[in-house]
């Protein structure tokens, strides 16, 4: 079956670092994004990475290693309003979305 | 494994035809199911609010009556996209909470690509 794993919760401080990975096992692959969702809010993108490594915007870095099925998310900086769910969906070889289940980031002063 | 699916997972159809799109939890009861259509590397955009029971609510410059909204029973929702035309091809996706605990989880469904020729 096809699966995208992504930590549930994750918590850290302002101004510092946070990395949130993502592994997947999908029926072939034609992309994978990042979204960042607020609560009662629709998903907004954050990044698309297709090609293995590291694509940097900002803040935020998406990382991609094909051959090993994982993708990681990078915040720099961490300012509180980073404090969301972060979204990991895959592409798959019919173009149809995979979705994680989300992690939730919680940033404390 | 999925909890919400969506067919068809594709569709083209000429224009001025109507596409229905259904969206179903698998294995829990939705009263609510959102809507959202999503442009190439873009942020999904929310459609709209389907309600179990009552009226669907609509955001700001969405067409209701080009964009039927039924959400029949507490596991399915559909969207019927009327006179589709070229500029209405899009990716569909539809997503419904989950509530777990004291916190609702959002899942989503794969998608729906239209495509109007």
């Known amino acids: 079956g096809q699966n995208i794993d992504q930590p549930t919760e994750m918590t850290a401080t302002e101004g510092a670092i946070v990395q949130i990975n993502c592994t997947y096992q999908?029926?072939?692959?034609?992309?994978l994004f990042w979204y960042q969702q607020h609560a009662g809010e629709a998903p907004t993108f954050l990044s698309y990475n297709v090609l293995d490594g590291l694509e940097e915007k900002g803040r935020f870095s998406s990382f991609l290693s094909r051959s090993k099925g994982y993708s990681y998310l990078l915040l720099k900086e961490l300012q509180m309003k980073d404090s969301a769910s972060y979204l990991c969906?895959?592409?798959?070889?019919?173009?149809?979305?995979?979705w994680g289940a989300g992690t939730k980031l919680i940033i404390k002063p | 494994g999925a909890v919400v699916s969506q067919h068809p997972s594709w569709v083209i159809c000429k224009s001025g035809t109507s596409v229905k799109i259904e969206c179903r939890s698998l294995?829990?009861?939705?009263?609510?199911m959102f809507w959202y259509r999503q442009f190439p590397k873009q942020s999904l955009m929310l459609m709209a609010t389907s309600n179990e029971g009552s009226k669907a609510t609509y955001e700001q410059g969405v067409e209701k009556d080009k964009f039927l909204i039924n959400h029949a029973s507490l596991t399915l929702s559909t969207l019927t996209v009327t006179s589709a035309h070229p500029e209405d091809s899009s990716f569909y996706i539809c997503?419904?909470?989950?509530?777990?605990?004291?916190?609702?989880?959002?899942?989503f469904g794969p998608g729906t690509r239209l495509t109007v020729l």
């Open positions: 969906a895959v592409l798959d070889s019919n173009y149809q979305l995979i």
């Open positions: 999908t029926s072939g692959f034609n992309g």
């Open positions: 294995d829990f009861q939705a009263t609510t």
């Open positions: 997503s419904a909470p989950r509530l777990a605990g004291e916190a609702d989880t959002q899942y």
